[in-house]
């Protein structure tokens, strides 16, 4: 999938750019970073390349994660549909079973749980779905950025 | 947090210059000395506005595979459980959601075969076998910006 070179430059840009004139000296030659960092992002290996903020600290305090059940030839439709809302940031379609009926993923961002509770009502009346629950949050047990070619 | 940090966050939030001075690119663009978008920056961070400057990869592209976990733990036993499952360097998120299934993680790892034994490792080792294996069939959206008002 990738070569030696390619997974050094994951391995940097993973981290946190050093804040200084030229980020992208990882100790190979610079050209070939700079690259290898734009052919990845063509192909959109690089899902994104800027800042991960802590956006708690910007307002957006509340998150619910929204399960949805959808009819399985509708799913197209509907996810379509949650993915308009600016409120959800993720929008995923996972296998429903008989212990969990549920088949869409969304989850909203708001500055209350109130406010991520009205966005679900209006997604509701958008689909015509109204079989759905909002899960919150009461504790996060872990929170990190996946680490590529550790070595361990 | 002045107009000048929020239009920085606004502005690398995607699409941060890929090119040898990228701060100095940002600096021309906002109108203020390199030196300054630097310290700027340095201070977002230890202000912890911003959590990281660099790149966030597809993981499926690099061949990695991923699922969402959910898992219906006793709740005197979440501590203990969270503990053995967040030793996993592939789980990433773990949060307790007031639901039937209370334990929501996510886990990455290098192959299928791998995601699959960290799997049954973990219901062996905390005794938990009421869980659901929910991997993305499809992605409709993922947009993690959050668009500051300058």
Redesign the interface.
């Known amino acids: 999938m990738t070569n030696k070179i390619e997974q050094q430059v994951i391995q940097a840009l993973q981290a946190n750019l050093p804040l200084v004139k030229q980020p992208f000296e990882i100790g190979i030659s610079e050209a070939e970073t700079l690259a290898i960092v734009q052919r990845f992002q063509e192909n959109q290996v690089i899902r994104r390349f800027g800042a991960v903020l802590y956006h708690q600290r910007l307002g957006f305090v509340a998150n619910g994660m929204g399960v949805w059940r959808a009819a399985e030839d509708e799913i197209e439709k509907m996810g379509a549909i949650m993915a308009r809302f600016p409120e959800v940031s993720h929008c995923y379609y996972r296998p429903a079973s008989p212990k969990w009926k549920y088949n869409l993923y969304t989850m909203i961002h708001g500055p209350s749980q109130e406010a991520c509770r009205q966005v679900a009502r209006r997604i509701s009346e958008k689909t015509g779905l109204s079989d759905y629950k909002l899960l919150f949050s009461s504790r996060e047990f872990k929170k990190i950025s996946m680490v590529y070619y550790s070595g361990s | 947090m002045d107009t000048i940090d929020r239009r920085l966050?606004n502005r690398?939030?995607?699409?941060?210059p890929?090119?040898?001075?990228?701060?100095?690119v940002l600096a021309e663009e906002l109108g203020i000395p390199?030196a300054e978008i630097?310290s700027r920056?340095?201070r977002l961070?230890s202000a912890?506005?911003?959590?990281?400057?660099?790149?966030?990869?597809?993981?499926q592209?690099?061949?990695?595979s991923s699922t969402?976990i959910?898992m219906r733990v006793p709740e005197e036993r979440?501590d203990k459980v969270?503990g053995i499952?967040?030793q996993y360097?592939?789980?990433?998120?773990?949060?307790?959601?007031?639901?039937k299934?209370n334990?929501?993680?996510t886990v990455?790892a290098e192959s299928p075969a791998r995601l699959d034994e960290i799997i049954g490792e973990i219901k062996t080792k905390t005794g938990i076998t009421?869980l659901?294996n929910?991997?993305?069939?499809?992605?409709?959206?993922?947009?993690?910006d959050?668009q500051?008002e300058e």
């Open positions: 966050i690398i939030q995607r699409n941060f890929v090119c040898s001075r990228p701060f100095k390199e630097i920056l340095e961070k912890k506005i911003i959590r990281r400057l660099g790149a966030v990869f597809d993981s592209k690099l061949g990695f969402l959910a979440l969270a499952v967040n360097r592939g789980v990433t998120h773990n949060y307790q959601r007031p639901a299934y334990m929501w993680f990455t009421d659901l929910l991997p993305a069939l499809r992605l409709f959206k993922i947009n993690v959050f500051l």
